[in-house]
């Protein structure tokens, strides 16, 4: 194909040079064969480029699909939040409690992604991944309070007052790489009260920052 396809055109080339050039020195045979050889080199140089283009462009594509195949693989980030006072309305005390007694947090007006048990007060972790937490407790009258947030059985972080009267407060919060059903909570520390009114002063929160 490729041989007579240049024989062709060689041909056509010669008719056309010799009816315009037959009164002036006409190409060479040579001369054309030279021009022929030159244009096909240079054909052939064009393909071995555009093959060369395309096998990019190819391995491209298929990294980008690749790519995108792996983000469909990634589960979608799950949006999970929440925010809870211990009372719902009125006045609450607890305390002093004779043991370190979890605090059940029932006024939840955050509960994104529904982590956050209201009956229990415990927050249990839908996805592997970092969350953050705050807490932060009231005491009043100079009974002195004190909390620990507790990571499953372990006591991660601790907020602690005691005062010789009036309203008291404290908080902390900490950033966890928690497991799927890693369990997440809020003690008051043996002894202690806590206070909270419908004004919600007694809290805890917590969001996942993000997956891991
Ligand atoms: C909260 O915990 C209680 C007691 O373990 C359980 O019966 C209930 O199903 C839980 N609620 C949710 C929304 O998971």
């Not at 240049?6 to 037959?22: C, K, M, P, R």
């Not at 240079?42 to 491209?60: F, H, I, P, Y």
């Not at 979890?102 to 956050?116: D, E, K, Q, S």
Request: aromatic share 8%; glycine share 4%; proline share 6%.
């Amino acid at each position: 194909m490729k041989i007579s396809g240049s024989l062709t055109l060689l041909l056509l080339l010669g008719s056309v040079s010799a009816q315009e050039t037959s009164e002036s020195n006409p190409p060479t045979p040579s001369d054309l064969y030279a021009a022929l050889k030159e244009m096909t080199a240079s054909l052939v140089q064009l393909k071995a480029d555009m093959a060369t283009e395309r096998a990019q462009l190819k391995a491209e594509v298929n990294k980008m699909k690749t790519e995108m195949d792996k983000m469909k693989e990634q589960p979608p980030v799950q949006p999970v939040a929440f925010s809870a006072s211990l009372a719902v309305e009125g006045e609450l005390h607890i305390g002093p409690v004779p043991s370190d007694t979890p605090l059940i947090y029932r006024h939840v007006p955050t509960n994104i992604g529904n982590a956050y048990n209201t009956t229990t007060g415990v927050f249990t972790a839908p996805v592997r991944g970092a969350y953050h937490f705050e807490f932060h407790i009231n005491s009043a009258n100079s009974r002195s309070t004190a909390a620990f947030l507790v990571k499953n059985s372990e006591n991660v972080f601790a907020a602690h007052e005691s005062q010789p009267a009036h309203f008291m407060s404290s908080s902390n919060g900490v950033t966890l790489l928690l497991e799927v059903g890693d369990k997440v909570f809020v003690r008051l520390a043996a002894t202690s009260h806590v206070f909270d009114n419908f004004n919600h002063h007694t809290t805890f929160s917590g969001h996942l920052l993000f997956p891991m």
